[in-house]
């Protein structure tokens, strides 16, 4: 069974920075493409990046490009999110997901974790 699980969220400033990891456990990510969401109270869940899991292609959604960057690290089964310049509205619920298609809509990713709460204050 594939797991995966977020850490690295937490309070932070308006213009500060933070890292979101996900390990995925039960699997290997190097199989997977590899994704990040969020998602506020009230909301769809919010597609932000993806990567394939070649590590070539890269997406973003637009309000975070040139903010946020996707990476992983094949060997230690570790997707991150390094998030910088971060904004009150980026306050959300965060979650990693995998699938195999390099999709974005949320119903096409095959896991999912639990997610990591980001507060940005103002």
């Known amino acids: 069974q594939v797991q995966l699980v977020e850490s690295g969220g937490g309070l932070v400033q308006a213009g500060g920075s933070l890292r979101l990891s996900c390990r995925v456990s039960?699997?290997?990510?190097?199989?997977?493409?590899m994704a990040w969401f969020r998602q506020t109270p009230g909301q769809d869940r919010e597609f932000i990046a993806n990567m394939d899991r070649f590590g070539t292609t890269i997406n973003y959604e637009d309000s975070v490009k040139g903010r946020f960057t996707i990476s992983r690290d094949n060997g230690r089964n570790t997707v991150y999110l390094e998030m910088n310049s971060l904004k009150f509205e980026d306050t959300a619920v965060y979650y990693c997901?995998?699938?195999?298609?390099?999709?974005?809509?949320?119903?096409?990713?095959?896991?999912w974790g639990k997610g990591t709460l980001v507060i940005v204050s103002s």
């Open positions: 039960g699997g290997t990510i190097s199989e997977y493409n």
């Open positions: 997901a995998a699938d195999r298609i390099i999709a974005r809509a949320p119903r096409l990713m095959d896991y």
